[in-house]
């Protein structure tokens, strides 16, 4: 990180360190790598043992939901990674992608003081007004049978350029409609909400209710859903979520549709 010498990263592990479930992840930044997600990957397939918080300048093959890329303006956007260990009742509670959605809203209203233009577009994507400016990407990776290792991976657009993506959706940065966020700052205000929420990971009820809360803007807007992974779609809107974090469409017709994160979702009337 070009501001960053050796005393702000040891200031930036103290600060780490001092949330209680990061006591014991490694911080690493890095200028530029093919992606942070990839990275921490390989790190699970080598046998590494040691959990690393990875962040980056810049990616170059910055990966995104459903096989999509990620771009990123070097130095303009937050770019990170982690390591997160779940054993068998963990991955019972409340979605960890949800849970990891919440924090970066949260992070990103405490240092906008922003109370309405930025949401969560349900199960991952940090929506401003109607655009994207973030996105979540959870993939897990076993390691033995009981505790499954999975690689958290986070990318705001804080600074960077505007884009139209392939899928026809527009991404903006957050300095296009706030003042300049620092990326560290941010960095840090994610880790210490997730931190934070992480102590209430059990508790359905409250998160989803804080994700709902998140998720507001959402529940006025049509959506279009592809079964998983095929051609086939619906459309419908958005009506609640259940305590497992699964998402309930009302149909045009009137029926209700469960969905869950393997669906893609894309808004059809901003
Ligand atoms: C999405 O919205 O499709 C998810 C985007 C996730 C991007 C982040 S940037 C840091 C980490 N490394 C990657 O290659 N992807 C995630």
Known sequence: MNNQDSTGLRGLQKFISS???????????????????????RRIDEGVC????????HQTSGRGQFGRSWWDNPHECLLFSF????????????PITLLTGVAVWKALRDLTGDE???????PNDIMIADSKVGGILVEGFS????????????????????????????RVAVSSFFPKIKILDSFKAILAHWGHLWKFRSEKSALKE????????????KVKIWENSSAFFFE????????DGELIIRLNDGSERKINS???????SP
Do not use: M
């Not at 804080?210 to 807007?221: R, T």
């Not at 393997?262 to 059809?268: A, C, P, Q, S, T």
């Open 143 to 170: 390691q033995g049978s009981e505790i499954l290792r999975i690689v958290i991976g986070i990318g705001i657009n804080l600074n960077g350029k505007e884009a139209l993506l392939p899928d026809g959706e527009k």
């Open 262 to 268: 393997l669906n893609r979702i894309k808004l059809i």
């Open 19 to 41: 949330i209680e479930c990061f006591r014991d992840h490694y911080l690493e930044q890095i200028s530029e790598i093919d992606s942070t997600n990839s990275e921490l990957k």
């Open 116 to 122: 309405e233009k930025i949401w969560l577009k349900w």
């Open 236 to 243: 419908g809107f958005p009506e609640k979520l259940t305590e």
């Open 83 to 94: 390591h997160w260990d779940l054993d068998h009742q963990e991955r019972d509670d409340f």
């Open 210 to 221: 804080l994700c709902e809360e998140a998720a507001k803007p959402f529940w006025k807007k």
């Open 50 to 57: 040691r959990k690393f918080i990875l962040i980056a300048d």
